[in-house]
């Protein structure tokens, strides 16, 4: 995992994930924000390098693929990117704004590969630690995952990040259980002969799915990217 210097320092700033996981917009943990000066989270609004292209982010799985993080908490945009071998540019998998969202791009077990291959392959990362804590908003759960062990996962996460002694606000799983927990809202998963997997969701209900990740004959989404990213990190987890 590489990170840009400013996203760097803040990885252990409270005022950082209170506005990362949107828990200083009323989103999960937001009560808890009291523990939080209201200056700590004004300061996280000043974009500190102004315009640049590059991610703030870069995990790489293995095989010459890699996904690119944008966390742009001076505007409270943030979005997801894949690249693989022969790849002309970056191609969005999600993004996550207070406006129009769209971060479900990944399964649990699709995110849980994909970081324990970064973890693999580098030796600053550990999992579950940064690129689980930081990635996780773009993984949603369902009836047939373990949400259970994934909300542990997610907690060990944040708290590997966690300063010593500080005992103010700091995200947890639960909180982003909140966010992502499709259990009971009508979503139902589909795939084809390629291997390609994306999501449907019955009418009216009380959460929409919002994703990109529909079927290939929709075009947008990376289908084939993701599979050859996703067989990459079994890989690189494979040969541990």
């Known amino acids: 995992m590489t990170t840009s210097a400013p996203l760097s320092e803040s990885l252990h700033s409270p005022s950082f994930w209170a506005r990362y996981t949107f828990a200083h917009a009323d989103r999960a943990g937001s009560d808890r924000l009291g523990d939080l000066p209201d200056d700590d ?34 505007i409270d945009f943030h979005s997801l990117e894949i690249v693989v071998p022969g790849s002309a540019e970056p191609a969005e998998l999600g993004w996550d704004d207070l406006a129009h969202w769209h971060p479900y791009a990944l399964r649990w ?45 997610v907690e060990a996460a944040y708290a590997s990040l966690r300063p010593s002694g500080w005992d103010g606000y700091w995200p947890r799983g639960t909180d982003w259980l909140k966010g992502v927990d499709f259990r009971g809202h009508g979503v139902v998963w589909q795939h084809d002969e390629a291997g390609n997997r994306w999501a449907t969701q019955e009418d009216e209900q009380k959460r929409d799915f919002y994703s990109t990740r529909v079927a290939p004959t929709s075009g947008g989404f990376p289908h084939t990217e993701l599979r050859t990213l996703l067989a990459a990190a079994a890989a690189t987890v494979g040969a541990c």
């Open 109 to 153: 077990s699709e995110l849980d590969l994909i970081c324990r291959a970064i973890a693999a392959l580098d030796p600053g990362s550990s999992h579950p630690g940064a690129p689980l804590a930081l990635l996780c908003r773009y993984a949603a759960v369902f009836a047939d995952d373990d949400v259970d062990a994934a909300v542990a996962a």
């Open 41 to 74: 989270l004004d300061d996280e609004r000043d974009d500190e390098d102004g315009e640049d292209d590059d991610p703030d982010a870069v995990f790489e799985v293995g095989g010459g693929c890699r996904l690119l993080l944008t966390a742009d908490v001076g």
